[in-house]
Every structure is written in C-alpha cells, then in structure tokens.
C-alpha cells in the first residue's frame, strides 16, 4: 500500500474510531436517557449542552484516541495475528473505559455509574473488534487476488531464512511478494534456489540494487553476532532510502519462551523472556492469585480452624511447619504447611535416605514413619496444603505453578547436563500444578521436570484455570498423594 494512501487509509480508521466510541458512549446513555425521553422535537433540541460539556467530551475524546494509539491499533497489523490484535483491542478499550470512569468520578457526575462505563465498554470492545475483523477480512480477500501487495527482500540465505521464507509463502493472505534474497554465493544458497528463491544480488551490490528496484521492505536475516558490521550497513542503506527494515527476533537462535520489543531511554531493546513476561497476562495472574486465595482463606477458615485444634491435640509440637524452599528465580522463601509429622522429622531423614522410592534429588516413601495418625488424613485430604494460601497472598507463590522443591532436592540437582530442569525456577511456584493433576507424586522425577517445562512452555491463563478445575477432582480421589 503506497505512502499517501497508506496515511489515508490510517487517518479515515482513527476518525472512524472516533465515531465508533461516540457511539458506544451514545449507546451507554440510552437506558438513562430512556427513563425520561423528549416528547417532542422542541424538547429535544432544548437540552443545553453548555461550553464545559463540549471541552469535557473533547478531551475524553483526545485520551481515547492517544489511548487507541500507544496500544498499537494505528500500526501496520499486516504480519500481526487476529488474536494479538484483539487483544491489543480488548487491552485499549479497557484503558478508554477506566479514563471515563475516572473522568465521572473526578466530576462526581450522577449518571456515569458502573454501570455505564461496563456498557460503553462492551459496546466498544465489539465495535471497534468487529470492525478491525470485517477490515482483516476484506484485507486478506484482496490480497489473496494480488492487490495490496509488498515486495519482501530477504538479506541472508541460511536455515533462518529458509523457514522464514516457507511461512510467509504459506499465507498469500498477508500480502508479502518474496522476490529473492540477497547474499554472497555460497554452497546454502543452492537450497533456497530449489525452493522457488531466487538470488537476486551478492552483498557488494545490494545498494544498487535497492537504488533500481521495487522494494518495499527487507528482512534481515543474518547471525547479528557475526555480520554486525553487514547488518548495520544494510539497515543504513534502507533508512536512507526509505525502506523498511526488519529483524528476525530468535538473534541467538532461541526456541522458547516470548519475545518482544521494548524502548529504554530512547534505546530499543528485543527482550527475550525463559519464563511467563510480564504485561497484562501476568498482573491478571496474579490478581486471579490473590482475590482466589483470599476468598479460599475466608471460606476455609472454620476447617482451617479445627485442623489447627486436631494437630495441637493428636501429637504435640507446633501447628504450621515452616520449611525453605526455592521460588522464583530461586529466591529461597519459607512455605507454610500443617505439621504432619513428628516434631524431630528433619533430623530423622538421613536415617530414611536408603528408603526414597521415587528417582532424582527428591525423597519420598509411602509409609514414613514420621508421619502422625493425623498427619496422614492431613496429606491423603491435602488440607495440610491449605496454608500455602498465605504464600500466595504474600506474593512467594502462586496458585498453579511449579511446585517449590526443597533445598535439599535443588542441591541434589546434577550440575552437569540438567540446565533445561532450572527452567522450572522462572516462573512463581504453586499450589498445584500440571504433574499434580497427572498422576501426583506417583510420576518419576523425569516426568515430573518436563511437566514443569511444558506448563512454562505453554503457560496462559487458560491453562492456569484449567489445572485448578482438575485438581478438585485429583484431590477428592487423593490420587498419588502422600
């Protein structure tokens, strides 16, 4: 899409914005206006609208636009997935809703309650979505019949670009023409010849050809490590055309975890996250962890109480047991649990060691004979987990999550060849988790890690509320537990 068009095509959406949250603040008025409509034309054109209303609504209206803006709706979304722009939607009309309720609260305005804002609200998030996938749509209609097209330069011709090349051929719908790549012969370059790429220029002559060729954008796809100099050169040459440049991300060839694009006094960054980033999904993570626990405490608490007078009358010690273990980024923090044991069990563990029936650092037995009559009801209900609830509440925990190992287990940990397992330890450690809900501590310790791997691999909040609802049922069956 050309330059002047291309600003078109952005002003008229940012206008069409406008109109959309005009309507959905219109929309939210009418079960108040509703109650006590005009009779006739005159009363209609009789409501006064005075200055201070005007220069209010101007300035709702420039906050939502600045708003519609810092969160990217106005960017080029040609590579974006529809779920990241929903997202971006649903992230952006919720900032607008929280500036109007804001707005009515600073003013003390009567009729702007909770629920008008909820209302304009839903009504924006479904406009402004609505009309970004009916514009998607008709985008990747176009452009699957060969209009609204960019010409696509790849620089590199190594592993990389091959697989980058092979997704953007895969989806005509995002309007990216590959007309060749750019780079020094060599024996890599045959292969992407034999997938249809041809090899349009060698580096020496990529200025030139940039100078007489329809360009609109080019992927760098070197090793930045090893061709900084190059890399620098060509994203140079570009920004003096006017051609934009991108970046393959994965610059030291990472498989895991997300990646994003971050500006640190004017420096831009590329941060690549081996756990959960942060952002919304992660405050939301740990809103859900803290109003959860906080209602589970209150709910719990009668139980919470006869458990603490059964443990303080069936055997005598204290009623919680502290223990270290290890949180996030392997911060050690203290996990409270119910007593289940005899008073003197630590001391008595390497006396047990021989007996550890489960593989790797972590030692488990069926039949302690640590464990108090009570203490074993405590476990097989596991009511004697219920006061990790104040772990999570401090923040040490989470609900769903890794479980935290003890020191013991960490230290036991190879050195050699098991880095992928200290993965486990970028994430806040639960009360429950995926290995839990699968089998307890019935699965070997193997089973147990890449479980662990799979939760930081795949997390979302989906998944968090998914773990929760499995192990209610996990815990009523007392499967694996000990």
């Known amino acids: 899409m050309g330059t002047m068009r291309g600003q078109i ?3 008229t959406t940012k206008l069409f914005d406008l109109f959309l949250l ?11 206006l509703g109650a006590a409509p005009p009779r006739s034309l005159a009363q209609f ?19 939502w636009h600045l708003t ?36 009515s ?22 406009s402004i979505g609505l009309s970004r996938f009916i514009i998607r749509t008709w985008l990747r209609r176009i452009r699957q019949h060969g209009k609204d097209l960019r ?11 091959l697989e980058f090349a092979r997704r953007i051929q895969s989806q005509p719908e995002l309007g990216c023409r590959l007309i060749g790549f750019a780079d020094q012969e060599w024996a890599g370059t045959a292969e992407l010849q034999n997938h249809g790429l041809s090899r349009l220029c060698d580096l020496d002559g990529l200025r030139i050809f940039l100078r007489r060729s329809v360009v609109d954008e080019v992927v760098l796809t070197v090793p930045l490590r090893s061709f900084h100099d190059l890399a620098s050169s060509v994203a140079t040459m570009c920004q003096e055309q006017g051609i934009m440049v991108r970046v393959l991300p994965d610059l030291f060839d990472l498989k895991q975890g997300p990646v994003q694009t971050e500006e640190f006094h004017g420096a831009p960054l590329i941060t690549h996250s081996g756990g959960i980033a942060d952002g919304w999904p992660s ?29 303080r009358l069936s055997s005598p010690g204290p009623i919680f047991f502290v223990q270290k273990r290890v949180g996030l980024n392997k911060r050690v923090f203290g996990i409270f649990k119910f007593r289940t044991m005899v008073m003197d069990a630590e001391s008595k563990l390497g006396e047990l060691e021989h007996l550890n029936e489960v593989s790797g650092p972590v030692f488990k037995i069926k039949n302690d004979p640590r464990i108090t009559a009570f203490g074993k009801l405590l476990r097989k209900t596991s009511i004697d987990e219920l006061p990790q609830l104040f772990n999570v509440l401090r923040g040490d925990m989470s609900l769903v999550g890794p479980r935290p190992l003890q020191l013991r287990d960490y230290e036991l ?9 200290r993965c486990r330890f970028s994430v806040r450690p639960g009360i429950t988790c995926l290995w839990q809900v699968s089998g307890r501590s019935s699965l070997p310790f193997h089973k147990w890690m890449e479980l662990d791997l799979q939760y930081v691999r795949n997390w979302s909040l989906w998944l968090d509320l998914q773990i929760l609802a499995k192990t209610i049922p996990a815990v009523l069956r007392g499967s694996g537990a000990a």
Request: proline share 1%; charged share 15%; net charge positive.
């Open 151 to 161: 010409n696509m330069l790849l620089v590199g011709s190594n592993r990389r670009t």
């Open 105 to 126: 609260s600073i003013l003390n305005n009567q009729w702007m309650t909770s629920r008008f804002v909820l209302l304009f609200w839903a009504c924006s998030t479904v």
């Open 68 to 103: 519609l803006a810092l969160h990217g709706l106005y960017r080029s979304k040609r590579l974006a997935s529809r779920r990241g722009e929903a997202l971006d939607v649903f992230r952006a009309t919720t900032v607008c809703a929280l500036v109007l309720a804001l707005a």
């Open 45 to 63: 054109l009789s409501i006064r609208i005075t200055l201070g209303d005007f220069v209010i609504f101007a300035s709702l209206l420039l906050f």
């Open 22 to 32: 005009i309507c959905s603040f219109t929309a939210a008025t009418q079960p108040y």
């Open 413 to 421: 940990f190879t050195e050699d060849g098991e880095d992928w397992q």
């Open 9 to 11: 095509v952005s002003n």
């Open 283 to 311: 405050a939301m993570k740990r809103a859900l962890d803290f109003t959860l626990s906080l209602v589970l405490l209150i709910a719990l608490a009668p139980l919470l109480i006869v458990a603490m007078i059964l443990i």
